[in-house]
């Protein structure tokens, strides 16, 4: 009868890994334990200055409707003291057609400071006889309310704050968006360690890589609140 052969065969999981192996595991280890630091920092960064620009966005927009809100009111008061100024001048006409010159220099000491420059010039041009001239001093150019011009100051002040606000929003949308592809890579840097083919972890490792590096350029490039 001939020899039995027997062939011993030794479990999988009981083979010594060669040293490449050992080291190529052990770099792909290192590599996402980089990321994964390197993601968290990112991430705590992004989501601070999200925060930061958020507030900014919030106070620039409530301040902007204040502005406005003044400038509302502002606008309102320069709307009634043309009124009373209107009113005036045409009591002085009223006054001064009629003849009685006395009452009509009373009402003249009346007048609004802002409103005598305008009215001296509307004499100067002897309106009564001067049919050129302006109807009444109101449409003088040197009638120049300041409850209008402080008005119009208010509201361009609104706009910059409007503006300024929006764009404190946009800063704030990119810093979230930036946010999320430090967590993108959080993930794959977190599944490759459950990973074992070494090819496939490499693979995402690379992956997570490519987000990181464009997640740090974002940080470079995007404005910071400090």
């Not at 190529?24 to 989501?47: F, K, M």
């Not at 001064?96 to 006395?102: F, S």
């Amino acid at each position: 009868m001939g020899e039995t052969h027997v062939h011993l065969h030794t479990p999988e999981e009981l083979t010594e890994p060669s040293e490449a192996e050992t080291a190529h595991d052990r770099l792909l280890e290192v590599i996402a334990i980089l990321l994964l630091s390197l993601a968290a920092v990112g991430t705590a960064w992004s989501g601070y200055q999200a925060a930061r620009w958020s507030g900014a966005e919030a106070h620039d927009f409530a301040e902007a409707d204040a502005e406005h809100a003044r400038a509302t009111r502002a606008l309102t008061r320069a709307g009634q003291d043309r009124l009373q100024d209107l009113s005036d001048f045409e009591r002085w006409l009223d006054l001064t057609t009629r003849g009685d010159v006395g009452l009509a220099s009373v009402q003249v000491l009346h007048f609004r400071p802002e409103f005598m420059p305008a009215f001296s010039a509307w004499i100067a041009l002897d309106p009564l006889a001067n049919a050129e001239a302006p109807r009444d001093p109101l449409k003088m150019p040197q009638y120049e309310p300041r409850g209008y011009v402080h008005a119009n100051q208010l509201e361009r002040h609104a706009d910059v704050l409007f503006e300024d606000g929006a764009e404190a929003r946009d800063h704030a949308d990119q810093y979230v968006l930036t946010t999320v592809f430090f967590a993108l890579v959080l993930f794959f840097a977190g599944i490759s360690l459950r990973i074992r083919s070494a090819r496939l972890r490499a693979v995402i490792l690379a992956v997570g890589t490519a987000f990181l590096l464009y997640g740090a350029v974002e940080l470079i490039i995007l404005p910071r609140y400090l």
